[in-house]
């Protein structure tokens, strides 16, 4: 029907632009609150340009005059934005490199062991999820419950450090630690779908489990799934600062941890504004997936 | 799982008793330097052996539970009552107010956790005293912690605003502030338990977060996550397996609180 297709994807359109406005007013305003952050950090004010002894007093006043210009929150946070859409994020107080010459170089290895952790703790879980489902099992599904209520119970830093004794890779670090939670949301709705009277029906009919999984469950299971995937992304790169900052691995995580111990606040903001909008567009992107699937099977 | 609940309560009484006997099961305290057994394994005087500074890590270990599950309430207590002042008030209030808190609840949700508690924990100076260390640590975990329990809250406060005997309530005359304390607090109780006892665990594996990087509880004070610290220089599990004592207690300790809050979390739900 040409009318409800144009609706549903006038619908989408929407979606997609409320999402998008979202996480712009949503990046603006995060802007705003970490340029205040750095505007009010202790040692705004000093510049070590001022102590050179080779300046005279008429270029310190100009310097300690364009740092005043800088002492008004809003014009600091104006002339931050006007620098950001020129590719210019600052300079790092600690590593004294431009900031985004530093996140350009720490990105890929962050973004390959998230990705890799992601992969490797979703297949796992709907692996087990998956096969409680179809077995039914009392003692199955109690292993498989100790198991990842153990690791919810250890902190990430101690699977970091657990993963350096054991010579493991950081991904896979990252995957035991967003393992339990994506385990138990794809383990809980797969057993509400599969105690639904339409499965229990086609299975009782002698179904394939697999035509029962792709056709009955996950049309009803796909939204919510893709919705706790989307926070899985946040879970797995807060993940990161730990595995990075312990595995020794040069990423995001550990500039951020680094730029913590140094107080380098210019740089942990920035680093902090781009995971929020990773995490934002993950979030919106699955958003706006499940509503696609949702309405192909509306 | 009523057997579970029974032992896990059983457990937790049993750490938080022997933690707040610190004192008098190891009187020589958490700060001693016994300087001629640095390192050493465990014996009759050193039950869990000594760090590589020569202080009783059975000491440090009760001392650490202690300022872990001291604080992690108190933490726990004061994100309950940001969320009742957030969330509560503005699902009571409703209309712009709800919209706007939920706005900054969202903004502070979106961001990862870690990455939110390292860059405020950054803005504080790090240099500072053992006491006020572990008092910034629990103050931000406390201040940042509130916003799930916020939505959950506004959610609540939201649906009572509309029931049948607020609205009696108010036909009744009563208004505002009364109204809020009166009729909607005693209602958001069951939420605000459930949500007091799930935020512990989650402080309490912050915590361990923090101190391992080295942005929680300064020395010489103990914290679980100091402790945990050790873990960082060992070459394989078997080589002094005492110092995996701390990580078995937090687990124990945050195990035990999963298997009481199980109804809880229903509740929050």
Avoid at chain 1, 37 to 66: C, I, K, M, T
Avoid at chain 1, 68 to 86: D, I
Avoid at chain 2, 224 to 236: A, H, I, Q
């Amino acid at each position: 029907m040409p009318g409800r297709t144009t609706l549903r994807q006038t619908m989408l359109g929407w979606s997609i632009a409320r999402h998008g406005l979202a996480m712009l007013v949503t990046v603006l305003l995060g802007g705003l609150l970490s340029a205040t952050l750095v505007r009010f950090a202790p040692g705004f004010d000093v510049d070590e340009n001022q102590l050179d002894p080779r300046l005279n007093a008429a270029s310190v006043q100009a310097l300690r005059d364009a740092r005043l210009q800088e002492h008004n929150v809003a014009r600091f946070y104006y002339k931050s934005l006007m620098r950001a859409a020129h590719g210019d994020l600052g300079t790092s107080i600690s590593l004294g490199q431009p900031v985004t010459t530093l996140l350009k170089q720490r990105a890929p290895l962050t973004l390959r062991l998230v990705s890799i952790g992601l992969l490797m703790s979703w297949s796992a879980a709907l692996a087990l999820a998956l096969s409680a489902a179809w077995w039914r099992s009392a003692s199955y599904d109690a292993v498989t419950t100790i198991v990842s209520g153990l690791f919810l119970c250890l902190p990430a830093a101690v699977l970091a450090l657990l993963s350096v004794l054991w010579n493991v890779p950081g991904s896979l670090a990252i995957a035991l630690i967003v393992f339990p939670r994506s385990y138990r949301y794809a383990r809980n709705l797969l057993a509400k779908a599969y105690s639904l009277p339409h499965i229990i029906t086609a299975r009782a009919k002698g179904l394939s489990e697999l035509r029962i999984l792709l056709w009955h469950a996950m049309p009803v299971i796909g939204p919510q799934l893709l919705a706790v995937a989307g926070v899985s992304v946040s879970v797995a790169v807060g993940a990161a600062i730990p595995v990075e900052a312990l595995c020794g691995l040069a990423g995001f995580g550990q500039l951020a941890w680094q730029a913590a111990l140094a107080r380098d606040l210019p740089l942990l903001v920035n680093i902090t504004v781009l995971v929020t909008l990773v995490t934002l567009l993950a979030n919106s992107g699955a958003d706006v997936l499940g509503q696609a699937l949702r309405g192909e099977h509306a | 799982m009523k057997a579970g609940r029974t032992l896990a309560c059983v457990v937790l009484l049993i750490v938080v008793g022997a933690s707040l006997a610190a004192g008098w099961l190891a009187p020589a305290g958490y700060a001693k330097q016994y300087r001629e057994a640095a390192d050493a394994p465990p014996s009759a005087q050193h039950w869990l052996g000594t760090d590589e500074i020569g202080r009783d890590r059975f000491a440090r270990v009760l001392y650490g539970t202690r300022i872990s599950l001291l604080l992690a309430p108190a933490a726990a207590l004061l994100s309950t009552f940001l969320a009742v002042l957030v969330g509560g008030l503005a699902g009571y209030l409703g209309g712009v107010w709800a919209r706007v808190a939920m706005a900054v609840t969202d903004l502070f949700l979106s961001l990862p956790w870690l990455f939110l508690l390292i860059t405020v924990r950054a803005l504080m100076p790090l240099n500072v005293s053992p006491l006020v260390s572990v008092l910034v640590t629990f103050l931000i975990l406390g201040a940042l912690g509130w916003t799930s329990a916020a939505r959950v809250l506004c959610a609540t406060a939201a649906t009572l605003r509309s029931s049948d005997f607020v609205c009696q309530a108010r036909a009744s005359g009563i208004r505002g502030g009364r109204l809020f304390w009166i009729h909607v607090l005693p209602n958001l109780k069951p939420v605000l338990y459930a949500q007091f006892w799930i935020s512990i665990p989650v402080f309490i594996l912050s915590e361990a977060n923090l101190g391992i990087l080295g942005l929680g509880v300064a020395e010489p004070l103990p914290s679980w996550g100091s402790l945990l610290r050790e873990l960082e220089g060992l070459v394989s599990v078997g080589e002094e397996p005492w110092k995996f004592v701390p990580l078995i207690l937090l687990v124990v300790v945050v195990t035990s609180f999963q298997f009481l809050l199980s109804k809880q979390e229903e509740v929050a739900a």
